[in-house]
């Protein structure tokens, strides 16, 4: 598991490089037709050609650890037999109704029933609104 947790640290650290390597380099295309620069395809290369060789690098490190991360995950989420915590010696828990000597399954004691409300008296006048 620690194996895990170091080359996920490590692909963190690749991704923030690649991030901003890619950053980095200058539109030279135009992607969105932001930047776009005609002599810039043409021009001096030397800080280019390094940002270019270490954003491939850094693709080809990054996908490759995610390939390996994806294997150990599958490695280590392997479940070999399915276990429980259930204690099968202990008795069920007897259902009243099925049960006569469980006892009576409703209460002992009635409930009350709830009084009966009285609408209120009409005034005399017959509008209701009118007091």
Known sequence: ?????FLTVI???????????????????????IG????????ARGAADFLTRAT???????VAMSILLAALAVREGKVDG????????APAPL??????AAG?????????AAPAQTAPAAPAGGDPLAE
């Open 1 to 5: 598991m620690s194996l895990f947790i």
């Open 11 to 33: 692909q963190a650290i690749v991704a923030a490089a690649l991030v901003g390597v890619v950053l980095m380099q200058r539109s030279e295309g135009g992607g969105l037709g």
């Open 36 to 43: 776009s620069n005609p002599g810039g395809a043409f021009g």
């Open 56 to 62: 491939k690098w850094l693709a080809i490190v990054f």
């Open 82 to 89: 399915v276990t429980t915590t259930l204690d099968r010696a």
């Open 95 to 100: 259902d009243p109704l099925a049960d006569p």
């Open 104 to 112: 009576p399954a409703l209460p002992a004691t009635p409930v009350p």
